[in-house]
């Protein structure tokens, strides 16, 4: 694709976005005309200091909740309901503890009308590619903070979604678990097979933005605005404790503290 | 257990058999592994600690089970990858399970439960009988807990499955 058609073809346009809730007949305003364009195989980042609305964000672009003002476009039209091509994964995993591993991953497609048998084989292969093989009957109790959520990601996959919204996803865990887990979506995104178009990730670590991301958002506090956005630029694989990683981390975290 | 390679220990005329298998999360593992990895497989192990905000005693059962299983080398404070380290870290998710279920198997408490499911006919057990046959072969005080090690690292190496529901450990 040429930069032009890169350019003029955005698949996630956010225009003018805004965000209130009111609060005892008081408007608090949350996002304040937030815009920017993400185009196909893009892992954008968007970091921001807790409370600037970025988890917000995520659900106004996946159709979750309708923004204030401005609007969102997937392909061209208008984002006014939950969009079907775009799954999350969640902080807090959110899986049904009465349900196995396969059950929790084989219910997104549940919801998509997909015949029981097809169901089966698309969650197992899922599960195989995210390390969760032999996992299958195992209830979300008997897993892992770690474990728990590869499930989260397989659910969020199974689907076979353009894009993956992904909020706060290694927050929940311990810093060993997470780097390993940083290291799995890195693998997964690289891998065209599992991978959706386009990632779109929110999280208050700067350096995770930047180590994972081609480009990275930033918002001001609360209410969020764009107040920075750059192309990271450079080759994967990354070390995360390189120099330039650490420089951009620095530069970045003095501009949102 | 740091250091330790053998599960006997000879205690006067007794002979105390105890559980040498990881008792830490596999994806504590991995994480260290892969921060290895960043160090260029070797580095002091608290300078790992400090790069990960972590205290030296959350760091240290990653090491041993690391160590047991023949993944890193400790050596005077620096902690090193070993060619076996590497090489599972290399492989994609299946080949990462098979690398660990060889070594796991290589533990000899790990190999003697193995064993024992195998010898039944339907290569499979029940929880409690897993338990009985941990308490009576092992020097441990909360089997339970190590049927829990034993199980995750048996669905990670593709060794076991467990289904809670119908109460079956079963080879893989």
Not at chain 2, 8 to 33: A, D
């Amino acid at each position: 694709m040429s930069t032009k058609d890169r350019l003029t073809t955005p698949v996630l346009d956010v225009r003018d976005v805004s965000k209130e809730f009111v609060h005892q007949s008081k408007k608090i305003p949350i996002l304040r005309d937030v815009s920017f364009s993400i185009h196909e195989y893009e892992f954008i980042s968007i970091v921001g200091p807790t409370g600037c609305g970025k988890s917000t964000l995520l659900r106004i672009i996946m159709g979750l909740i309708p923004p204030t003002k401005g609007e969102v476009i997937y392909k061209g039209e208008r984002v006014q309901s939950v969009n079907s091509r775009m799954s999350m994964v969640f902080q807090s995993f959110a899986l049904f503890p009465w349900l196995t591993v396969l059950e929790n991953v084989e219910l997104g497609l549940e919801a998509q009308g997909i015949l029981k048998e097809q169901r089966n084989k698309r969650a197992l292969k899922i599960m195989q590619e995210v390390g969760l093989e032999d996992f299958e009957n195992a209830y979300p109790r008997e897993l892992s903070r770690g474990m728990k959520q590869r499930v989260g990601f397989a659910r969020a996959l199974v689907i076979d979604p353009e894009i993956l919204l992904m909020d706060e996803p290694f927050s929940a865990l311990d810093p060993l678990t997470a780097e390993g887990l940083r290291e799995e979506v890195m693998r997964l995104w690289s891998d065209k097979f599992t991978s959706p178009e386009i990632v779109i990730m929110v999280t208050h670590n700067v350096e995770e933005a930047i180590y994972l991301s081609d480009r990275v958002i930033v918002l001001s506090q609360r209410p969020g605005t764009v107040i920075l956005e750059f192309n990271v630029g450079m080759p994967r694989p990354r070390d995360r404790r390189s120099p330039s990683i650490y420089e951009l981390t620095d530069k970045i975290t003095s501009l949102i503290a | 257990m740091s250091g330790i390679k053998d599960n006997l220990l000879i205690y006067g005329k007794e002979t105390i058999v105890w559980m040498s298998i990881p008792r830490v999360h596999y994806s504590h593992v991995i994480g260290l592994l892969e921060v290895l990895d960043d160090f260029n497989g070797r580095v002091d192990i608290a300078k790992i600690a400090d790069d990960l905000s972590l205290e030296l005693d959350d760091l240290l059962p990653a090491v041993d089970a690391a160590e047991l299983i023949g993944f890193v080398r400790v050596e005077s404070g620096d902690i090193q990858l070993t060619d076996k380290g590497s090489i599972f870290l290399s492989e994609g998710t299946r080949g990462r399970k098979k690398q660990l279920g060889e070594r796991l198997l290589i533990l000899e408490s790990f190999k003697e439960v193995i064993e024992f499911i195998s010898q039944k006919e339907e290569k499979a057990v029940t929880k409690e009988d897993l338990l009985n046959f941990i308490g009576e072969r092992f020097y441990e005080s909360d089997s339970e807990e190590i049927l829990k090690w034993v199980i995750e690292w048996g669905r990670h190496g593709h060794l076991l499955k467990y289904d809670s529901k119908e109460d079956e450990i079963r080879l893989v």
